[in-house]
T-cell receptor, first 111, second 115 residues
Framework: LAKTTQPISMDSYEGQEVNITCSHN???????ITWYQQFPSQGPRFIIQ???TKVTNEVASLFIPADRKSSTLSLPRVSLSDTAVYYC????????????FGSGTRLLVRP | GAGVSQSPSNKVTEKGKDVELRCDPI?????LYWYRQSLGQGLEFLIY????????KSGLPSDRFSAERTGGSVSTLTIQRTQQEDSAVYLC?????????????FGPGTRLTVL
């Protein structure tokens, strides 16, 4: 699995857009980029997955540059309930692959 | 529809006792995974099932840990002769191999405390 690097923590305020960047310099040709969200005392929740360019769903957007060595998760107009840990994973799209989570990015949204 | 469910939600046991943790995956999901998460730590992969077979057991920490899956659905994780270091939240996830969309869907977890 490609190693990923993301900020340990980020602070934001309600209503702002939050962008969390993940570096994955050794991403392989068949690797996809997937983001999960985890609240305290809960299991992780799948947010979004992409391969290149931009992917958008009802929750977030994922921006992936042409070289795919990094990706940015964008959360529009965050609320207090978006306070959580966000994990970036890189690996084959096939969901049979085991997930290896790093330390993630702790996002704190303030009022 | 119903998500992944796990039982019990909390389990307190004494060192040396055996415990069984249960996972009910999303109906139709052929792949099932067990992970554990210690306090403040990331997820640790334990085992992966495709149908009833387990092609990857590489994460099981010792031979005290075993898991089975029957009928391509419910899975049980068994820990024999529990130790204090087994205390963690045990998470189960499932995914649809056929979807190809990626993403695993997690249950709420079982918090195991070994005294």
């Amino acid at each position: 699995l490609a190693k990923t690097t993301q900020p340990i923590s980020m602070d934001s305020y309600e209503g702002q857009e939050v962008n969390i960047t993940c570096s994955h310099n050794n991403i392989a040709t068949n690797d996809y980029i997937t983001w999960y969200q985890q609240f305290p005392s809960q299991g992780p929740r799948f947010i979004i997955q992409g391969y290149k360019t931009k992917v958008t769903n009802e929750v977030a957007s994922l921006f992936i540059p042409a070289d795919r060595k990094s990706s940015t998760l964008s959360l529009p107009r965050v609320s207090l309930s978006d306070t959580a840990v966000y994990y970036c994973l890189v690996g084959p799209r096939d969901s049979s692959y085991k997930l290896i989570f790093g330390s993630g990015t702790r996002l704190l949204v303030r009022p | 529809g119903a998500g992944v469910s796990q039982s019990p939600s909390n389990k307190v046991t004494e060192k040396g006792k055996d415990v069984e943790l249960r996972c009910d995956p999303i109906s139709g999901h052929t792949a099932l995974y067990w992970y554990r998460q210690s306090l403040g730590q990331g997820l640790e992969f334990l085992i992966y099932f495709q149908g009833n077979s387990a092609p990857d057991k590489s994460g099981l920490p010792s031979d005290r840990f075993s898991a089975e899956r029957t009928g391509g659905s419910v899975s049980t994780l068994t820990i024999q002769r529990t130790q204090q270091e087994d205390s963690a939240v045990y998470l189960c996830a499932s995914s649809s191999y056929r979807e190809g969309k990626g993403g695993q869907y997690f249950g709420p977890g079982t918090r195991l405390t070994v005294l």
